[in-house]
C-alpha cells in the first residue's frame, strides 16, 4: 500500500514555541488533510488542501501542499496547552481512500 | 444528536469470541469506513462501504467481516478474535470518497 512519512513521530515543547511537522510520500496525492486526535476521541479535520503550492492557515494553524504533490507541512504558532494530541497527515490519490501517516504526537509544556 | 457514534467505547474478550462493534451515523452519508489505529501505524483501513449493501476491503481487511444493509448502521464483526486484534477502531464516514471524513469516538479492543 502507499505510505506516508510522517515526523516526527513525537515532540515535547514549551509554550508559546513554533511546531513543525512534515509529510512525505514516494506517491503523487490529490489532496492532503490534516487532523488532530484528542486523548480519547477521534480524528478531527484542521485543514484541507487541494492544489499544489497552495497555503491555507486556521487561526495558528498553517499548512502547505508541497509544489512536488508528494509533501506537505503543518505549523502551529505560539503554542498552547491545548495544542496537545496526535497530529496525523492524509491524503487522497486518485481511485484510492485515504492513507494516514502514522501520527507526531505533540507534548506542551506550561 | 445528530453525528457518528460508536459501541461499545471499551471491550474486552478472549482469544476466538466473535465480537461485533457497532458504528451509527446520523447524517446520511452514503460513505462509511473502518479503521484500527495502532502505535506506530497510525490509521489503516479494514473496510469501507460505499452505499447499502456494497462493501470493500481496505487494507487490512484479515480477520473481519463487515455489513451494511441501511444507510445509517455499518458494523464490524471479528468472527474469531486474536491477540493481533487488539487495537482501537474507529468508524468514519463522508458524502463521498474523497469528501471529509468524520470520526467516531472510537471503540478500545483488548483481545486476552
Known amino acids: 500500500g502507499q505510505q506516508l512519512n510522517q515526523s516526527p513521530q513525537s515532540m515535547f515543547i514549551q509554550e508559546g514555541e513554533d511546531v513543525s511537522m512534515n509529510c512525505t510520500s514516494s506517491?503523487?496525492?490529490?489532496?492532503w488533510l490534516w487532523y488532530k486526535q484528542d486523548p480519547g476521541e477521534g480524528p478531527v479535520l484542521l485543514i484541507a488542501l487541494y492544489k499544489a503550492g497552495e497555503l491555507t492557515s486556521n487561526g495558528r494553524l498553517t499548512a502547505q501542499f508541497g509544489i512536488t504533490r508528494k509533501d506537505s507541512f503543518l505549523n502551529i504558532s505560539a503554542s498552547i496547552p491545548s495544542d496537545v494530541g496526535i497530529y496525523f497527515c492524509?491524503?487522497?490519490?486518485?481511485?484510492?481512500?485515504?492513507?494516514f501517516g502514522g501520527g507526531t504526537r505533540l507534548m506542551v509544556k506550561p | 444528536d445528530a453525528g457518528i457514534t460508536q459501541s461499545p467505547r471499551y471491550k474486552i474478550t478472549e482469544t476466538g469470541r466473535q465480537v461485533t462493534l457497532m458504528c451509527h451515523q446520523t447524517?446520511?452519508?452514503?460513505?462509511m469506513f473502518w479503521y484500527r489505529q495502532d502505535l506506530g501505524h497510525g490509521l489503516r483501513l479494514i473496510y469501507y462501504?460505499?452505499?447499502?449493501?456494497?462493501?470493500d476491503k481496505g487494507e487490512v481487511p484479515d480477520g473481519y467481516v463487515v455489513s451494511r444493509s441501511k444507510t445509517e448502521n455499518f458494523p464490524l464483526t471479528l468472527e474469531s478474535a486474536t491477540r493481533s486484534q487488539t487495537s482501537v477502531y474507529f468508524c468514519a464516514s463522508s458524502w463521498g470518497p474523497t469528501d471529509t471524513q468524520y470520526f467516531g469516538p472510537g471503540t478500545r479492543l483488548t483481545v486476552l
Open positions: 462501504s460505499a452505499a447499502a449493501d456494497i462493501t
Open positions: 492524509a491524503g487522497h490519490n486518485a481511485g484510492n481512500m485515504l492513507t
Open positions: 506517491s503523487i496525492f490529490n489532496t
Open positions: 447524517w446520511s452519508h452514503s460513505y
